[in-house]
């Protein structure tokens, strides 16, 4: 792009989705200051400020694709340090609905790797970008603005620092309810939907041949007859990154109670790897009681100069691996609808906010269709929502042998397609007729 339309501003986090919505403001902004409360390492290690990077995180092959075309060269840059890289039909070992799923290629590239290494991996580009600031061990306690418009933030040290544009990246405990309070806003409604999950994770050495056949495992519980899952990825520094979990307390709380999830499993995979390998480091536990979406799309007042993004406005159950996609998608929104306006205005934020409502809107379906499978699930129940589970296991199960049906089933997984995708006249027949073939298959696993 050339001279930059707009003069400052202020992301308030440098995590995921922080890092990417600096990199959407860079070209359009004079000055980008980012601003974290955490001292950030220059290492790929989990921060305070982070609870859940220790933890297994999948960045979704729109999101992967999304931050290649933002930071050229990065998913080769991340494979060179050690992330692994593969088709996740034919090398992801996939266990649901009884069966083992068969490999079948699909065309896409998975990038696998820890959080912390993604995180600096940005970190690093980001910093580099000649118009942005990174700023640590500051936090932004408050919002400066009058007339309807956001002017700024005021840091924990008193500072006040001007902008024309804050972006609120900080997560799930966003302050933008208070913030908005006090300017005279209403505070946007609130969908929250207790899902009771828990995991623990724990690093293990790795080498080839660690697994009989593919480069990653995930074992994905039938719901609502069970309720664990377990998942098993390759990332840097040779080692395997083994989370497990579960919804209703159905996660372990101590070591022994990790071994025997990982036992307790109806695929062996995961089982063998806490044979062979050696564990490095303790087991990482970490709680998600509730799914929480911000519903700033419905509200008819907003003011100028601010925008929340990432968790910030929804946070999503985790296991479904969702958050880092979501938030990269709505940063290069952000981006896409700055070009082109002279003003940073409350059309600004209005238009944005409805852009990342649309982001959301298949994610948090999934997500929430697949949480309320069980009966323990509190929160708005989505009309129609037993159809659309009882659709959804089908799918699965026809996907489970059928090429075509996996393939698009995977592309929409992923948000590459749209869920159109999985109800045209051809995939419904295909679901509804291949799934009883599907259903007798042998399960190699038992």
């Not at 000055?31 to 001292?39: A, E, K, Q, S």
């Not at 306690?141 to 924990?156: E, F, N, P, Q, R």
């Not at 044979?275 to 509200?299: K, N, Q, T, V």
């Not at 946070?315 to 998608?329: D, E, H, K, R, V």
Request: net charge negative; glycine share 12%.
């Amino acid at each position: 792009m050339g001279t930059p339309s707009h003069q400052s501003a202020v992301v308030i986090g440098a995590g995921i989705a922080g890092l990417a919505a600096a990199r959407a403001l860079a070209p359009r902004f004079a000055r980008v200051l980012v601003l974290d409360r955490d001292g950030l390492p220059d290492t790929a290690t989990p921060r305070k400020g982070v609870p859940q990077s220790g933890h297994g995180h999948v960045l979704l092959v729109a999101g992967q694709q999304a931050l290649e075309e933002q930071f050229p060269g990065l998913m080769a840059e991340l494979v060179a340090d050690g992330a692994s890289e593969f088709d996740p039909g034919l090398d992801l070992t996939f266990h649901r609905f009884g069966a083992t799923w068969e490999r079948i290629p699909i065309g896409l590239r998975l990038v696998t790797f820890s959080r912390p290494l993604l995180e600096l991996a940005l970190r690093r580009r980001v910093a580099r970008l000649p118009t942005v600031e990174i700023r640590d061990g500051v936090a932004a306690s408050d919002l400066v603005g009058a007339d309807g418009k956001v002017t700024g933030v005021v840091l924990d040290t008193g500072e006040t620092v001007g902008a024309d544009l804050v972006v609120d990246c900080s997560g799930r405990g966003s302050r933008s309810d208070r913030w908005l309070g006090a300017l005279g806003f209403d505070a946007p409604t609130v969908t929250e939907v207790k899902v009771g999950v828990g995991y623990a994770t724990r690093f293990f050495t790795r080498k080839p041949g660690d697994l009989a056949a593919g480069q990653a495992v995930f074992v994905v519980p039938s719901a609502p007859e069970e309720s664990r899952v377990g998942l098993a990825l390759p990332v840097e520094g040779d080692r395997w990154l083994v989370t497990v979990g579960g919804w209703h307390g159905a996660y372990p709380k101590d070591e022994a109670g990790f071994d025997e999830h990982i036992r307790s499993l109806p695929h062996p995979d995961i089982a063998g790897l806490l044979e062979r390998c050696a564990p490095l480091g303790d087991i990482a536990y970490h709680g998600f009681p509730s799914s929480r979406r911000r519903h700033f799309e419905d509200l008819t007042s907003v003011p100028a100069g601010y925008v929340a993004l990432g968790d910030a406005i929804c946070s999503f159950n985790p296991i479904y691996g969702q958050g880092m996609t979501c938030a990269t998608l709505e940063a290069v929104a952000l981006g896409e609808l700055l070009d082109g306006r002279a003003e940073v205005d409350a059309e600004l934020t209005t238009a944005f906010y409805q852009r990342a409502a649309a982001v959301i809107s298949t994610p948090w379906q999934f997500a929430v269709g697949g949480d309320f499978a069980y009966p323990q699930t509190q929160g708005p129940r989505p009309k129609g929502i037993g159809l659309l589970n009882w659709y959804s296991r089908r799918i699965q199960i026809a996907a489970q042998t059928d090429p075509e049906v996996r393939r698009t089933f995977t592309a929409v997984q992923h948000l590459i397609e749209g869920p159109e995708a999985l109800r045209t006249p051809k995939m419904v027949w295909k679901v509804l007729f291949g799934a009883r073939r599907a259903t007798a298959a042998p399960d190699p696993a038992r």
